[in-house]
């Protein structure tokens, strides 16, 4: 297995520490080349030329490991309660079976996740996390609080199907009631026996549904009823890697650090400072509010070759005196818009559309125009 760096080929072993997912002797089958590590996982990032892959999602209909997003499970009758206390989104009217993006956050008011919540039972609820160890925060917040509650992580790991054509899979495995299951919303169900969750979510910016596998032991099972469901429409494994940046979707840790808050990488309308519930952070976020932000999280297009291999280090966003004043988190080929596109965080000022900035570094020199986001609408809509 081959890990690209920005001079040499390295080579990572797989090893007992890293876990793997039920999924993973299935997906180094479907001929997996590049892998990252999330959450303490091994996490499949490319199969394929990364432009095919990106057509088949844009197209057609792909299949991705996702068990990198570990759940959290929090249930008890204090549940709701302490979930809120996560999160500065006001969660006063989620449902049962409905789903919500948020951001969870620190005394500071810094982000430390950016997970899909999932509200399955009254009293029961999954994190489907980004890579931070959440679990122990969580679990470690809930000794201070008196509260009847339990925290743990369950036997559940995620597989996407994604794309336009993933309807008519998702159909074939589950029945016609998967069309019509609104987008953001959960259904828990079996397919042959086999314990799932199914929900109108995903990482890819396209139509698509995120199937939560309950037993690891059914983890070959499941990839191989979705494959062969999905033959008649040229189903392949896939990752999403600029269509997300073209989405405006951000990756934590990449795009957002744990010294953003919300105000400074666009998310502020997850921020529900009126609400009467209290949320770690509140106190730091309206005050943040009140004074504004110095800097902001910015869609950049870069004036740079397509053919040129852009190595994966933060890239230096420089002034007229040479003097660095941001960086570029994250970058990728659009093979759609064919540019490079990419997340910069810059002052405020130099944030606004067509701003021109200057990007230098011994790997690379180049100019850069800020844009607006998303750079490409999709199907999806945020929730």
Request: hydrophobic share 40%; net charge negative; with cysteine.
């Amino acid at each position: 297995m081959a890990v690209e760096t920005s001079r040499t080929e390295a080579k990572l072993r797989f090893g007992f520490r890293i876990r793997k997912s039920p999924f993973f002797n299935a997906s180094r089958r479907a001929g997996c080349t590049h892998y990252s590590v999330y959450n303490h996982m091994y996490y499949p990032v490319q199969y394929e030329d990364p432009s095919k892959a990106e057509r088949r999602l844009a197209e057609g209909v792909t299949l991705w490991d996702v068990a990198v997003e570990r759940q959290v499970e929090i249930s008890g009758p204090d549940a709701s309660r302490f979930v809120q206390l996560l999160t500065p989104r006001d969660l006063s009217a989620l449902e049962v079976g409905q789903c919500k993006y948020t951001v969870l956050t620190g005394p500071d008011g810094g982000i430390l996740n950016d997970p899909v919540l999932l509200r399955l039972q009254k009293d029961r609820y999954w994190l489907s996390l980004a890579d931070s160890d959440i679990l122990l925060w969580a679990q470690g917040l809930a000794v201070g609080w008196n509260m009847d509650l339990h925290i743990h992580e369950p036997d559940v790991s995620p597989l996407q199907v994604q794309g336009p054509k993933s309807p008519d899979v998702m159909a074939t495995l589950f029945g016609d009631w998967v069309a019509e299951l609104p987008y953001f919303r959960l259904r828990a169900t079996e397919l042959q026996g086999i314990p799932v969750v199914v929900a109108r979510t995903g990482y890819g910016a396209e139509i698509g549904y995120e199937i939560y596998l309950r037993d690891g032991r059914y983890g070959e099972d499941l990839w191989n009823m979705i494959m062969a469901a999905g033959q008649d429409h040229d189903i392949g494994p896939g990752a999403s890697g600029s269509r997300r940046i073209e989405a405006g979707i951000l990756s934590y840790g990449a795009d957002v650090t744990r010294s953003d808050t919300p105000f400074h990488v666009g998310l502020g309308r997850l921020v529900d400072i009126d609400q009467e519930a209290p949320f770690i952070g509140k106190e730091a976020l309206i005050e943040i509010k009140r004074k504004g932000i110095d800097r902001r999280l910015a869609g950049v297009e870069i004036d740079i070759h397509p053919s040129k291999d852009v190595p994966t280090e933060r890239w230096p966003v420089i002034d007229g005196r040479d003097a660095v004043i941001g960086e570029v988190r994250s970058r990728a080929f659009s093979p759609r818009l064919n540019k490079y596109i990419g997340y910069a965080m810059l002052p405020t000022e130099p944030a606004e559309a067509g701003t021109r900035v200057r990007l230098s570094a011994e790997w690379a020199v180049a100019e850069a125009r800020v844009v607006p986001l998303p750079f490409v609408r999709t199907r999806a809509r945020d929730h």
